[in-house]
């Protein structure tokens, strides 16, 4: 078993950790940086690779609500961006060390902007400067993230229910419900992925989703380049219909993540029609029908507004097994290291 399913199995229970440590002895921290956001004008959301994936899920519990929240990476936020007064900054990092994210200590400093750390390392070189530091207290990946990016999706959707006051005990009870019964479902994934037709070894793949599951859709891309070592794009379902859809070709895959309310049956006609150009598409959603796709990963019911927390999940099985169809080492990096700490070429 490589290193990397070991680290998907083991996932569920890895976040129930996390859920019981922030709405326990972490609960204290958790109100504070929520009263940060309460009392800020502006919201900003940073981090870098699969950080910066985890916003997406993150911002769309604020923009739901009506409370704007501006994700920006980290190095953009960096170099490009001037934060206005009275801004909160939460800034994601699993280990508080990659480059872009401890170069931004002086900047906000200068600004005045509160800054909320969330990461699972919290003497980090960030954490000296946060105002607030929110842990996952979870165990480190072997290398790709996994619970990692799936505890900074708790942790942070966490925080932004606190800050919007949807941190009920109905809410808690239905997230431990889930992560329950996601572990039961791991059995008929692994079933539906082995032989599937849906996998081949080299085409790429074109991901495609709304809302909060965007998170899923920039992280599945980001899993497909780092373990299956293999070029993928992710983008939102409706951008593809305005131009992209002249891609597809026969025998190109596309991963589509379908929301349990918002543009269901558009996304799920869609799929019909790319695949009746050729495309081979996996659908990962609720109440799906098995032959609504090439590939379907059918998700326990969720919380509303929460599917982007186990969404993934297929995804990264889908990985791993494209990994050995493909013959290449998941649980290494040919190039890159664990936590990019030099901004100097790749070899950080």
């Known amino acids: 078993m490589t290193e990397l399913m070991k680290d998907i199995l083991k996932q569920p229970d890895e976040l129930i950790r996390s859920l019981t440590f922030t709405l326990g002895p972490g609960r204290a921290a958790l109100e504070r940086a929520a009263n940060i956001l309460n009392d800020a004008k502006h919201i900003y959301l940073t981090g870098i690779g699969s950080s910066w994936s985890a916003g997406f899920a993150i911002s769309s ?119 329950s019964l996601v572990k039961n479902a791991t059995g008929p994934w692994l079933r539906e992925m082995s032989g599937s037709a849906w996998f081949s070894r080299d085409p790429s793949t074109y991901f495609l989703a709304r809302g909060g599951s965007l998170a899923s859709c ?21 951008c593809f219909r305005h131009g992209s859809q002249e891609i ?24 019909a029609d790319i695949r009746k150009f050729g495309g081979k598409v996996m659908l990962i959603g609720q109440n799906l029908s098995a032959d609504a796709g090439d590939l379907v990963f059918r998700l326990p019911v969720t919380p509303r507004g929460w599917q982007f927390l186990i969404d993934i999940m297929p995804a990264q099985f889908a990985a791993e097994y494209l990994s050995q169809i493909r013959g290449v080492d998941c649980d290494s990096f040919r190039i890159g290291s664990y936590i990019v700490e030099s901004d100097r070429g790749l070899a950080g």
């Open 248 to 271: 597809i070709v026969e025998g190109l895959r596309f991963g589509m993540w379908i929301d349990s309310d918002q543009s269901r049956e558009q996304d799920l006609v869609l799929a």
């Open 218 to 238: 920039h992280e599945a891309k980001l899993l497909w380049e780092e373990a299956a070592k293999v070029p993928a794009s992710a983008m939102t379902t409706g």
């Open 61 to 179: 519990l604020f923009h739901a609500e009506g409370r704007p929240a501006f994700l920006v990476d980290a190095s953009e936020l960096l170099h490009f961006v001037q934060l206005p007064k009275n801004s909160a900054v939460i800034v994601l990092s699993r280990s508080g060390r990659s480059v872009e994210v401890v170069s931004l200590k002086s900047k906000l400093a200068q600004s005045g902007a509160k800054t909320i750390l969330i990461t699972n390392t919290p003497d980090s070189p960030l954490s000296q400067l946060a105002d607030v530091v929110l842990r996952l207290e979870a165990a480190f990946d072997h290398t790709v993230s996994v619970t990692m990016y799936s505890g900074m999706l708790l942790v942070g959707g966490l925080l932004a229910s606190a800050s919007l006051c949807n941190l009920s005990d109905s809410l808690t009870k239905g997230l431990v419900e889930l992560l």
